[in-house]
């Protein structure tokens, strides 16, 4: 994603966390490569001092914010209830729903007529998922927040939308699932296959760009590898 907006003449600044520095120093560097400025940024989205603090650093570097884009995310799967532990649900909203109210109310003041926010959601969000109750809640709320923030935006002409996945083949998904698993995953799709993120990747330069969505606030994309029906 974040290389296909360099592509398109952005410049990307990306947050992640100390753990994933690697990861974040291979994106920037493929960013810096498409001939664009990439900035990343260490800290804990759970935390809406850091999310000031992206924000800041940002401007500092970049100069303005014309998109936003939340799509970092936990899950785990649980087998039920029982094994779903209060930290857990803790960590999956903080990390999933409160990490994009964050960064919103971090950005917004920077934002003008014409810029974008753009949501990472789920099909899980509306179609539920028996071993990520707590995941799918949270993509369920994220689903509400981007038709709410619409309306609440649209006169200042902010746009809002969501970009809503079936599997996808990213870390997140094969993280904690054996091999067996892995190996089936997303082969109940229509096209027997998980996306892959450049599949995916599009759909968010579409919501950011005014030229090809200047009417369109308030949706949910969902990209299900052949599926017609969702919730």
């Known amino acids: 994603m974040a290389v296909l907006f360099a592509r398109e003449g952005a410049d990307v600044a990306i947050t992640y966390l100390p753990v994933e520095k690697t990861d974040a120093r291979e994106t920037t560097q493929a960013i810096e490569d498409e001939g664009r400025s990439a900035f990343s940024i260490a800290g804990d989205l759970r935390k ?10 940002t401007l500092n570097k970049l100069g303005k914010i014309d998109i936003l884009v939340n799509n970092a995310a936990y899950q785990q799967h649980q087998e039920s209830l029982e094994e779903l532990s209060e930290e857990q649900w803790d960590r999956t ?7 994009y109210f964050f960064m919103v109310k971090a950005a917004l003041p920077h934002l003008k007529k014409g810029s974008a926010i ?5 099909i899980t969000g509306l179609e539920g998922s028996r071993h990520l109750l707590d995941y799918s809640a949270t993509k369920g709320a994220i689903h509400a927040f981007t038709k709410s923030l619409a309306q609440n935006l649209v006169e200042q002409g902010i746009r809002v939308n969501c970009v809503s996945p079936g599997p996808v083949w990213t870390p997140l998904n094969p993280s904690d699932k054996p091999a067996k698993k892995v190996a089936e995953f997303g082969a109940d799709t229509p096209m027997k296959r998980p996306a892959q993120p450049e599949e995916i990747a599009p759909a968010f330069v579409y919501f950011a760009s005014e030229l090809d ?10 990209l299900l590898g052949g599926d017609t029906t969702a919730g």
């Open 48 to 57: 809406p001092a850091f999310s000031r603090r992206a924000v800041k650093q």
């Open 213 to 222: 969505s200047s009417y369109v606030t308030g949706e949910i994309l969902t």
């Open 93 to 99: 909203f903080r990390t999933n729903i409160y990490g």
């Open 118 to 122: 753009i949501n990472t959601g789920s």
